[in-house]
């Protein structure tokens, strides 16, 4: 499953690839507003940091609009993703972007019937909102995996992108529900890494190294 990190903190993209867990990345306005920065330079910065997706969102809600917003993104960096509602506005913006060879990231996708339109329109990666739907008491993996059947059973291209994921336990849910990619805070990619017994079993492995009085080098 590939990792791209969700966010336009720049600082916070650098760090995740020198680790190496930086496979792409997702912008939202949300997150654009968050980081207090002009668009499209976070844009132009995030795609100069890593070869991989970086996903761009438009902001108009007609598709001549958003048409001409994507055009305007791609020409950022050819590693520009455009991002789009799951509208039917949205759908038809997906479709030229398709014939055009740009790929898509349709968002804002809460059901199953949703991304089956967005994998038909072409979509690079479609991006259910598992967070989202789990605030409401609902099921945000069984959607995952409903797509990832969908996908499968007709052989489409779209990746399922789980998106929304805030806990590592999401992240780990969705590699098991078959999600290509899981786009995630980084804060949560860098918790991974943690155990409170890796912590205590590394203490002590310091602890009795030091009693040895030896040295490696
Ligand atoms: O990728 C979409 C994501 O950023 C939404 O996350 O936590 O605002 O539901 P959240």
């Not at 969102?57 to 789009?84: F, Q, S, T």
């Not at 079993?201 to 310091?206: N, V, W, Y």
Request: net charge negative; hydrophobic share 50%; proline share 3%.
């Amino acid at each position: 499953m590939k990792f791209f990190a969700d966010t336009a903190i720049v600082a916070d993209i650098e760090e995740l690839a020198q680790y190496g867990l930086l496979d792409g990345v997702t912008t939202n306005p949300s997150l654009i507003a968050k980081s207090g920065r002009d668009f499209k330079q976070v844009i132009a910065e995030i795609c100069a940091l890593t070869d991989g997706p970086v996903s761009a969102e438009v902001a108009a809600m007609e598709a001549p609009a958003m048409i001409a917003e994507g055009e305007h993104l791609a020409r950022i960096a050819d590693n520009v993703v455009i991002k789009l509602p799951l509208t039917l506005e949205g759908l038809k913006a997906c479709r030229h972007f398709t014939a055009q060879g740009i790929r898509t990231n349709v968002t804002l996708c809460f059901s199953a019937n949703q991304a089956l339109l967005a994998a038909k329109a072409g979509a690079t990666y479609i991006s259910p909102f598992v967070g989202r739907l789990d605030d409401l008491g609902l099921d945000g993996m069984e959607l995952i995996r409903e797509i990832r059947m969908i996908c499968d059973t007709y052989a489409f291209e779209t990746e399922v992108l789980a998106a929304s994921v805030r806990s590592a336990n999401h992240v780990k849910e969705a590699a098991i529900a078959g999600a290509h990619v899981a786009t995630v805070p980084p804060v949560v990619i860098k918790g991974l890494a943690s155990h409170v017994l890796t912590d205590k079993g590394l203490a002590q492995f310091a602890k009795d190294w030091a009693e040895t009085g030896q040295s490696i080098l």
